[in-house]
């Protein structure tokens, strides 16, 4: 079996960067180049003040020990190609927004072009690892397009790799995963090249904890496992609505069902919906597939894991109106947290999109904050959200302010969209005094102590708690 030698990434995002970092680090024999043609992300990555385009904890101490010895960052898609031993293609695979399969399917553009991109330039034999989300049966396309393009003495062997990193705990999840997932064609040629990428992680990883199987099992465990998980926050978020109405307590009820060990506690926290880059869009991915398939009813069944989270949006943002009065027309809402969840910058599908869409029709004043979402990025989600709206009539309703306690001044309001833990040790007397009265707080994260905050003043509604006694 050859050993891997260099490897190469082809996009240096979410995945593919934390990813190929942490192989260089615990690989110090294995060169690792991450190409990407997006000039302005490869130049942060190189950056001298290490200023990357992620933040996720622990990364920066990663690559301040791997940088520039094994591990290097570069446009040069092609000579990274040539090199490479073993190629991750880890390209950004979203929603379909127009034509077959729009709002469901996964837009495979930049697979295709990156697997052409690979058999163009290849001049010898490559082990192609799929890194990004796929659909079932998308290593047979990129095996056709390799296989009709490539060069003489260049074959190609494929491997489904898929990612289950959590963002917040990435680096975490790297160095120590519940498994690694490698999938190949059961051909003596598939088992070689899997057994080449299993060595790679075997640096650090227990050999016990690398499963290998089928191609297609392994496309289809990485969709299974997002909507899985998505599942079960659908299900306790459902179970917040019926606390709400009944008086019950949905921390109450999800500590009591997650001591089951057949359950179990991990995603039962309810909130106001869950966002991030995989879960709605791995559960759409698997919908299509399975009206692909003439599955009606398994396709239904998905797609209401993502109406109750819609619906979970939509009845926060309702209650908060409710509550002040049935209108916020001109009042100021503090909007504490734009990214999806806590330790980390990404804003995909985040609720707090959603929330401040709904509060922008409602004609309200929208104060925003976050301690690490760029305001270049809030810019962008709100004017995709609001494609009709002109940036500037958004700018007019919405304001990112430094900090929290600027963020809540002269708010009627308060929402905790995102459950950053400097929200629960802010001066919430500062907060009360500076605010409107009477002065609201609406936790969708479960994050502050209610009972606290109601001592100081405030009119404290909590998600999944019923006001009944």
């Known amino acids: 079996m050859p050993r891997v030698k260099q490897i190469c990434c082809i996009g240096a995002g979410y995945v593919g960067g934390p990813t190929c970092a942490v192989i260089a680090l615990k ?7 991450i190409v990407d043609l997006n000039q302005a992300r490869i130049d942060a990555w190189n950056s001298p003040d290490f200023n990357l385009p992620i933040y996720e904890p622990g990364l920066e101490d990663v690559v301040r020990k791997a940088r520039g010895r094994n591990l290097f960052f570069s446009t040069d898609v092609d000579k990274g190609i040539r090199d490479a031993d073993l190629i991750f293609v880890s390209v950004n695979t979203p929603t379909k927004k127009s034509g077959v399969g729009a709002g469901f399917a996964a837009d495979l553009n930049y697979v295709e072009l990156a697997t052409r991109r690979i058999a163009a330039t290849a001049t010898s034999s490559k082990i192609v690892v799929e890194k990004s989300t796929v659909p079932c049966r998308t290593a ?32 975490d999840d790297l160095f120590a995963p ?20 299993s060595e790679v992680y075997q640096n650090w990883v227990p050999k016990e904890r690398i499963l290998t199987v089928g191609l297609w099992s392994s496309e289809l465990s990485k969709l299974a496992a997002n909507a899985m998980l998505a599942q079960r926050i659908s299900s306790i978020n459902a179970l917040s609505a019926i606390c709400e109405a009944t008086g019950a307590n949905i921390a109450e009820v999800a500590h009591s069902i997650g001591q089951d060990s057949r359950i179990g506690p991990k995603f039962l926290r309810a909130s106001v919906g869950f966002g991030g880059s995989c879960f709605q869009k791995d559960i759409l991915n698997l919908v299509y597939l399975s009206e692909s398939l003439n599955l009606k009813e398994v396709a239904e069944y998905w797609k209401q894991v993502v109406t109750m989270n819609e619906y979970q949006k939509r009845r926060f943002s309702k209650r908060v109106v409710d509550t002040l009065f049935n209108t916020i027309t001109g009042k100021r809402i503090a909007v504490l947290g734009f990214a999806f969840k ?56 919405v304001f990112i302010c430094p900090s929290a306690l600027e963020a809540c001044k002269n708010a009627e309001a308060v929402i905790i969209a995102t459950e950053w833990a400097e929200f ?46």
């Open 27 to 33: 690989c110090p024999h294995i060169r690792v180049t």
């Open 424 to 469: 629960k040790t802010i001066d919430w007397q500062a907060v009360y005094a500076g605010m409107n009265k009477p002065a609201f707080v609406f936790d969708g994260r479960l994050l502050v102590d209610a009972n606290k905050l109601r001592s100081i003043g405030f009119k404290v509604t909590v998600i999944g708690r019923g006001e009944r006694l």
């Open 342 to 397: 806590a330790d980390t910058g990404d804003t995909r599908e985040s609720a707090a999109i959603t929330l401040i869409r709904d509060f922008q029709q409602e004609k309200a004043l929208i104060n925003v904050y976050d301690p690490q979402v760029e305001s270049n990025q809030i810019w962008a989600d709100l004017t995709e959200a609001s494609p009709d709206m002109p940036l500037a009539a958004i700018q007019r309703q």
């Open 178 to 197: 519940d498994r690694v997932l490698i999938g190949s064609l059961q051909t003596q040629e598939g088992k070689t090249a899997c057994a080449a990428l």
């Open 140 to 171: 047979e396309s990129m095996r056709t397009i390799l296989d009709a393009n490539s060069k003489p003495n260049a074959r190609f062997d494929i491997l489904s790799n898929p990612e289950f990193l959590a963002e917040g705990t990435a680096i």
